[in-house]
């Protein structure tokens, strides 16, 4: 089984910055693309970043400038470094996570985390 742990949320001004994290662990051969998505209340989750094995990088335009998604793939951890936040980027972070796992069942999987909320106030 393959878990998705977020860390980093939390309250910040608006103009301020905060870091995400999101570890992976389990039975895992293989990571492919991880990537980060959010959801404001009463709104649909939208894609925030992806970024694949290679270092491959896309951002969502809202976020273009002001976010940096990156990842340690000797950790499996996958970063959101978001700056000069703004009222609209408050919402709860997910992050995601697709590859093929070891073990007992091998194959493919697909996860999600947990959520971490992250407010930003004016």
């Known amino acids: 089984q393959v878990q998705l742990v977020e860390s980093g949320g939390g309250l910040v001004q608006a103009g301020g910055s905060l870091r995400l994290s999101c570890a992976a662990s389990?039975?895992?051969?293989?990571?492919?693309?991880m990537g980060w998505y959010r959801q404001g209340a009463g709104k649909r989750r939208e894609l925030v970043a992806l970024?694949?094995?290679?270092?491959?990088?896309n951002l969502a335009d809202p976020v273009k400038g002001r976010f940096t998604i990156t990842r340690d793939n000797a950790k499996s951890t996958v970063y959101l470094q978001m700056i000069s936040l703004k009222a609209r980027d408050t919402g709860v972070y997910y992050c995601?996570?697709?590859?093929?796992?070891?073990?007992?069942?091998?194959?493919?999987?697909?996860?999600w985390g947990r959520g971490s909320q992250v407010t930003v106030s004016t």
């Open positions: 970024i694949t094995s290679g270092g491959s990088a």
């Open positions: 389990g039975f895992i051969l293989s990571i492919n693309a």
């Open positions: 995601k996570a697709a590859g093929v796992r070891t073990g007992g069942s091998m194959g493919p999987f697909e996860c």
